[in-house]
């Protein structure tokens, strides 16, 4: 059994003469609309919290003892 929530939205006027066009010209309701949007948003937000790892690079270690300021600034400028 399926339940539906009645809500309100604020949606801006250009969006919502939108919204009415698309539905028309689909046969659809806006509701059916807004629904099927907020569905393929929230998948997208699933989808997007599985990315991989990202790759790992050996770079050798440290090459200045970041400790040591003299030794850092010597890395800087190229010494």
Do not use: C, N, W
């Amino acid at each position: 059994m399926l339940v539906h929530m009645k809500t309100t939205l604020v949606i801006a006027d250009p969006v919502m003469r939108k919204l009415k066009r698309a539905a028309a010209t689909r046969g659809r309701t806006m509701s059916e609309l807004v629904e099927a949007a907020l569905r393929r948003f929230l998948d997208e937000e699933v989808k997007l919290s599985r990315l991989p790892p990202l790759p790992t690079v050996d770079t050798g270690g440290a090459r200045v003892d970041i400790a040591d300021r003299e030794a850092l600034y010597q890395a800087m400028e190229g010494r």
